[in-house]
């Protein structure tokens, strides 16, 4: 009972902060600081999902299942984001920056 | 040594997802094991770097700090989201030093910048690494070089 609920505010919260990051896309400027509002749907909303679906699951093999799909996005996602951030600098996409004003607006 | 480690852990791993025992799926199992470790060996794939069973004993300390640094700057990268806090973002690219002296020690450190939300690694050198932060803070909190010190980077003894 206890741990039910535990894993619906887990499930919950991990919607929760998927939807927030989804708005960061929108918000944010440029390419760059929009790869920051994805990262959090990598992480802290992949993580709190998991862990509520592991709660559900409970002490089983389809729980130890859940834990790999988290080892194995742990591992990917930076990796792809890291090729994406270095194919746009390699591209010449300029960052928008804060402290040179509007550098990178065309 | 490192082969049998190998084989210890895909072994355990057969078994976690298979659930099975019966003589059959272990005879299977046994044998994609050997086939993996045979073939793995013939192209020279397994050593300190694609199975850094050395590095092991490190681990748990790391996760934990770097689970806690990812939930840390996920909650000021929300914030930002949520204009909570009514400051414009501040975007940064900075260039930090690259401390790390094996290349899995580098790409691990990397890979931990990329993962905290918030700042994001564009470019490596080998002794330089350039990173896009979303904020000044953000900046300033990995130009101290704190997580560098956490990252596992030993070679390899044997």
Request: proline fraction near 5%; charged fraction near 15%.
């Amino acid at each position: 009972m206890i741990i039910d609920a535990l894993s619906w505010i887990f499930l919950v919260a991990g919607g929760l902060v998927g939807i927030i990051g989804a708005i960061g896309i929108h918000r944010f400027p440029d390419f760059y600081s929009r790869q920051h509002a994805t990262g959090i749907t990598d992480t802290l909303c992949a993580m709190l999902i998991l862990l509520g679906l592991g709660l559900q699951a409970g002490l089983s093999l389809a729980a130890f299942k859940i834990g790999l799909i988290f080892l194995f996005l742990f591992f990917t996602s930076p990796t792809a984001t890291h090729a994406l951030a270095n194919a746009a600098m390699h591209g010449g996409l300029k960052p928008k920056l804060d402290n040179n004003g509007d550098e990178g607006k065309s | 040594m490192l082969t049998f480690t190998y084989g210890l852990l895909l072994v355990l791993i057969w078994l976690l997802l298979s659930g099975h025992f019966n003589p059959l799926l272990l005879g299977l199992g046994l044998a994609s094991v050997l086939l993996t470790i045979f073939l793995m060996r013939r192209m020279k794939l397994l050593d300190h770097e694609s199975f850094p069973s050395h590095l092991f004993s490190q681990f748990p300390a790391f996760f934990v700090y770097i689970f806690w640094e990812i939930f840390k700057s996920n909650i000021d990268v929300l914030k930002q989201i949520l204009r909570l806090d009514g400051k414009p973002i501040t975007p940064q690219m900075i260039e930090i030093p690259l401390p790390q002296k094996t290349d899995l020690g580098r790409v691990i450190y990397a890979n931990s910048i990329t993962l905290t939300p918030g700042t994001v690694s564009v470019k490596l050198t080998s002794d330089k690494i350039l990173v896009h932060a979303l904020t000044k803070e953000a900046a300033a909190e990995l130009s101290t070089g704190k997580m560098a010190k956490a990252i596992p980077d030993r070679g390899a003894d044997i």
